[in-house]
């Protein structure tokens, strides 16, 4: 079973979450309100592929590809297409 902590989503919330800086200044720097900010760090809305961007950047965030993860789900899917 897949923890929440592996969501792309979840680990941007804890990033926002773990941030020195408020989630009102997060939002005027990214151009997003506040409103849709808090329905998103409260799991009940989502985020576009911009606005994670907008976030990466002003947070430093960067993706990290755990190789035995990946190649994991690659032999996942080969086993479902059979």
Same mark, same amino acid.
């Given at each position: #079973?897949?923890? *929440?902590?592996?969501? +792309?989503?979840? /680990?941007?919330? &804890?990033?926002?979450?773990?941030?020195? #800086?408020?989630?009102? &200044? +997060?939002? /005027? $720097? =990214?151009? +997003?309100?506040?409103?849709? #900010?808090?329905?998103?760090?409260?799991?009940?809305?989502? $985020?576009?592929?911009?606005?994670?961007?907008? =976030?990466?950047?002003? $947070?430093? +965030?960067?993706?990290?590809? *755990? *190789?035995?993860?990946?190649? *994991?789900m690659a032999k996942t899917n080969r086993t479902k297409d059979r």
């Amino acid at each position: #079973m897949r923890s *929440k902590r592996e969501r +792309l989503s979840d /680990q941007i919330r &804890q990033a926002i979450a773990d941030s020195e #800086m408020s989630r009102n &200044q +997060l939002c /005027q $720097l =990214i151009r +997003l309100s506040p409103s849709t #900010m808090h329905r998103f760090v409260h799991g009940t809305g989502g $985020l576009s592929v911009e606005m994670f961007d907008r =976030i990466g950047t002003v $947070l430093g +965030l960067r993706i990290v590809v *755990k *190789k035995e993860a990946a190649a *994991k789900m690659a032999k996942t899917n080969r086993t479902k297409d059979r």
